[in-house]
């Protein structure tokens, strides 16, 4: 069965520092890897996925992600972080035709 | 433009209720999802429909019934409210069957108050 890891459930950072936010994903063949973000009251936005091509994935608001093969990682960092950044962070993780799994989330909180 | 939308944004209903919400996408994407978050914010998937036909089905009690009268709409009916169902219940839609590549986008959730 496929599942995704977030070992985390809270992560404190000081604002201006980087972050990462930690996932490993458990997925027969090659994984589709995705993250997303949850402000308060708010629905899921995506920030990032990683398909195929180059390890290290770029997405929105200065996000970016590396996928490790051999790790089975795909963590999510920020080189300098921000107040506005604090949200609840899912990984999900699915093979491609099978349904998108979702990690238990990891709250971010940025500290001025 | 909204891409997906659902109504109602809050829903207060008594147990033994019927109730019933409503999504909507016009981003023209064949897939559509429902997702059940609950208090501690763990989000699972209940239902998915590709092109008006249902494609999973977890292990949902059968009080929920979607329904998807066009590619556009997946609706969620609920009989018999029970307190345990109350959580925040999200809407998603994608341009691909199950997982793909594309990802899935979300709506604003309806959260769900059963009393």
């Known amino acids: 069965a496929q599942s995704v890891a977030q070992p985390e459930d809270q992560v404190n950072v000081a604002e201006g520092n980087p972050l990462t936010v930690k996932c490993t994903y458990s997925v027969s063949g090659n994984p589709y890897l995705f993250w997303y973000v949850q402000y308060p009251n708010r629905g899921l936005q995506f920030l990032l996925k990683?398909?195929?091509?180059?390890?290290l994935v770029k997405g929105s608001y200065g996000f970016e992600a590396e996928f490790n093969k051999s790790q089975t990682s795909f963590h999510l960092k920020k080189p300098s972080a921000l107040v506005s950044d604090s949200a609840l962070y899912f990984c999900?993780?699915?093979?491609?035709?099978?349904?998108?799994?979702f990690g238990k989330g990891t709250r971010l909180s940025v500290i001025a | 433009d909204t891409a997906v939308s659902q109504t109602p944004k809050y829903l207060v209903t008594q147990m033994g209720n019927d109730k019933s919400i409503k999504c909507e996408q016009n981003l023209g994407h064949d897939t559509m999802y429902w997702y059940k978050q609950d208090s501690k914010k763990f989000l699972k998937i209940m239902f998915s429909y590709n092109n008006k036909e249902l494609i999973i089905n977890e292990t949902v009690p059968n009080r929920f019934s979607p329904k998807s009268p066009d590619k556009a709409h997946l609706n969620l009916h609920i009989n018999s409210l029970e307190l345990g169902d109350s959580a925040v219940y999200f809407c998603a839609s994608s341009p691909y069957t199950s997982g793909g590549p594309g990802g899935q986008y979300f709506g604003p959730g309806t959260r769900l108050t059963v009393t």
């Open positions: 999900a993780a699915s093979s491609g035709n099978t349904p998108l799994v």
């Open positions: 990683y398909i195929t091509g180059d390890n």
